[in-house]
């Protein structure tokens, strides 16, 4: 079983809306990844969490708050977006950090109005 | 920093034409290799990864990759395409531990009947 999943599939939110992006995984992987994906580009790594620990943060802005509740979720908090944060995000896990493959979500879709 | 370079953006086949992606990285070190499939409306999924040992390595749906590390290569290879490998096609790396997973801008494959 190789599955990430990930709700909600679709957001849209105004700027000054509170939301929350889920993130789960049960292969026991110990390493999940937020990225951000706009449309036809690659995906841009945010956060590396390892062990439940934040041991990456690409220099994005606070108003993206990730948070590692277990091992096996993952929660990225969104505040105060704006338009340009509209994107695809998605999540990813792999056994380590390490050279181990990633495995992704099939992401969720958001719109920030 | 390692980098990937995909010099083909857009690619366009008839079907069973041969197909090679070319993907380039510049890194000293060693480093692990992917290729990741997104096809319209879904998710990554991974193709084919090297890691080490044989430098022909085959991934799923008949796709293969040859790592040359003479010339920090690694391309895509399919013998004969179909209409449903019509996606974009991501190449990753990857250099040990703690660091990220650095995917190249992508090249999008049409195959037209």
């Known amino acids: 079983d190789t599955e990430v999943t990930q709700t909600p599939k679709h957001l849209v939110m105004g700027m000054t809306n509170k939301k929350s992006l889920k993130c789960e995984q049960h292969?026991?992987?110990?390493?999940m990844y937020w990225y951000k994906q706009k449309a036809k580009k690659p995906p841009e790594l945010m956060f590396v969490?390892?062990?439940?620990?934040?041991?990456i943060n690409e220099s994005v802005p606070s108003r993206f708050s990730p948070e590692c509740p277990n091992s096996s979720l993952l929660n990225l908090h969104l505040h105060a977006l704006q338009p340009e944060d509209s994107a695809l995000y998605l999540c990813?896990?792999?056994?380590?950090?390490?050279?181990?493959?990633?495995?992704f979500g099939p992401g969720t879709r958001l719109l920030v109005l | 920093a390692q980098s990937v370079s995909q010099h083909n953006h857009h690619v366009i086949l008839s079907e069973a034409a041969s197909l090679e992606l070319g993907c380039n990285y510049s890194?000293?070190?060693?480093?692990?290799l992917f290729w990741y499939v997104q096809y319209p409306g879904q998710h990554l999924q991974l193709l084919l990864k090297?890691?080490?040992?044989?430098?022909l390595v085959k991934g799923i749906k008949g796709f293969e990759a040859e790592f040359i590390k003479s010339k920090f290569s690694f391309n895509l290879r399919k013998p004969s395409v179909q209409w449903s490998d019509t996606a974009e096609y991501f190449c990753a790396v990857k250099a040990p531990g703690n660091t990220p997973l650095v995917f190249g801008k992508g090249t999008r494959l049409s195959v037209i009947a």
């Open positions: 890194y000293g070190g060693t480093v692990n």
């Open positions: 090297y890691f080490s040992g044989d430098p």
């Open positions: 292969m026991g992987h110990r390493a």
């Open positions: 969490y390892s062990y439940e620990k934040l041991s």
């Open positions: 990813a896990s792999s056994q380590q950090t390490g050279e181990e493959t990633q495995y």
